[in-house]
Nanobody, 122 residues
Framework: QVQLVESGGGLLQAGGSLRLSCAAS????????MGWYRQAPGKQRELVAD???????NYADSVKDRFTISRDNAKNTVYLQMDSLKPEDTAVYYC????????????????WGQGTQVTVSS
């Protein structure tokens, strides 16, 4: 019912910057939190950053002061600006959104994007 489409991944050298985007569409009544997770080979998926509809943000310690999450509520889109990238940032990045769907019951949803690869070479 709610689809997330990510874009912006790629291959770059350490110290570079990249911006990821994720647009939500479908039967959306409201979106509360949107966020980015990542999963490196052989590791568990971990939270990178998330943001509420009011703009409150939360970051993993490993990305603080390097990554910035933002969102455009009118477009149901969340962004992740990644600066000073390091090889250890290499992972598949997944977008996540939680909210309510359109309908009399306004049931909750939690959706994931398909993932976008970010590879940082040393």
């Amino acid at each position: 019912q709610v689809q997330l489409v990510e874009s912006g991944g790629g291959l770059l050298q350490a110290g570079g910057s990249l911006r990821l985007s994720c647009a939500a569409s479908g039967s959306i009544f409201s979106i509360n939190a949107m966020g980015w997770y990542r999963q490196a080979p052989g590791k568990q998926r971990e939270l990178v950053a998330d943001i509420t509809s009011r703009g409150s943000t939360n970051y993993a310690d490993s990305v603080k002061d390097r990554f910035t999450i933002s969102r455009d509520n009118a477009k149901n889109t969340v962004y992740l600006q990644m600066d000073s990238l390091k090889p250890e940032d290499t992972a598949v990045y997944y977008c996540n959104a939680e909210g309510l769907v359109i309908g009399m019951l306004k049931l909750p949803f939690r959706s994931w994007g398909q993932g976008t690869q970010v590879t940082v070479s040393s």
